[in-house]
């Protein structure tokens, strides 16, 4: 790939601290080609991700089938939704259309994708199972699914948050989002406010999943209201890089591959049982060593106070 082109796509991530080897090598650059080519026809973004929610809703019912070849057709199906996922938000930071309700569906497409993955599964198993496989789905993907990602999600904006400034990440304040959603009307701003609600009960559960860095940027704000110091920065940069690799695993990639194994080997109960044993071991792991780094960085506030 010519120096331009790589140039090109980097632009169109969000940071390479934050990118999957998988990502870099497979998804973006092929996520580029369909951003170039929607950006011929002035397609929006929000377009895109409404077309990957298809996608993903196609091979949540393939995945029903048992044969191998309709299995097949929903992991295509499945991989071409997840390029439309990387499509969306770089041809958002392509045509600087970055919304935050672009976010927000953005968000919400994996959630539709794996609903329907999640039923598929357990309608396909319930011959043999019977109704204890909706037990394990349900536990596994209501809740260890939601709460890998939600972590991992904003563990990534956190990361990007000390990286590039508050301009260069997604992280939000449940506080904020409450004070904007009471601003609304349910008769002007219904479908807004609807949307706001979900995405604010989202980021009030990723908050509390994350005591310590919640009083770490409690203390930041009190401290350091105009912008913190670089070395500080630079620091909780340090500590935090190495667990973007785990936070990377319990997004999408690693998943996938495990799912698309489980359904072509006729084995779908695979896929619930590693992730409920699997990458909640990893998000245990993960979420111990960010928050002992939160504790570390603020225990040593009073050694960047001069840096400011």
């Known amino acids: 790939m010519s120096e331009k082109k790589t140039n090109k796509l980097a632009a169109t991530f969000k940071s390479q601290d934050t990118e999957e080897w998988l990502d870099i090598h497979f998804t973006r650059p092929l996520g580029l080609l369909w951003a170039n080519f929607f950006n011929l026809f002035g397609t929006h973004p929000n377009v895109v991700t409404i077309l990957s929610i298809l996608l993903g809703l196609g091979a949540g019912i393939c995945f029903y089938f048992t044969d191998f070849w309709t299995n097949l057709l929903g992991v295509g199906l499945l991989v071409w939704a997840n390029l439309y996922d990387s499509c969306d938000g770089q041809l958002a930071r392509m045509t600087g259309k970055k919304t935050r309700s672009g976010r927000i569906l953005d968000g919400f497409a994996g959630d539709v994708w794996f609903f329907a993955i999640y039923v598929a599964i357990s309608l396909r198993l319930m011959p043999t199972w019977g109704p204890w496989i909706w037990v394990l789905t349900v536990v596994t993907g209501f809740i260890f699914h939601g709460k890998q990602c939600a972590l991992a999600d904003y563990y990534r904006n956190i990361h990007l948050y000390f990286l590039k400034g508050k301009d260069g990440s997604e992280l939000d304040h449940s506080d904020r ?130 840096a400011v």
């Open 177 to 306: 989002l409450t004070a904007e959603f009471q601003h609304l009307t349910w008769r002007r701003d219904g479908a807004w406010k609807l949307f706001l609600f979900f995405y604010r009960n989202y980021t009030r559960s990723q908050e509390r999943l994350t005591p310590a860095f919640q009083r770490l940027r409690n203390a930041l704000a009190e401290r350091f209201p105009k912008a913190l110091p670089q070395p500080l920065r630079d620091d909780f940069r340090a500590g935090s890089l190495p667990l973007m690799k785990w936070a990377n695993i319990l997004t999408f990639n690693t998943r996938a591959i495990v799912l698309y194994i489980a359904v072509l080997v006729n084995e779908p109960w695979i896929y619930p049982v590693f992730e409920a044993t699997v990458m909640n071991a990893l998000m245990l792991y993960m979420w111990r060593r960010h928050e002992n780094l939160c504790r570390r960085v603020q225990a040593n506030l009073d050694t960047y106070e001069t």
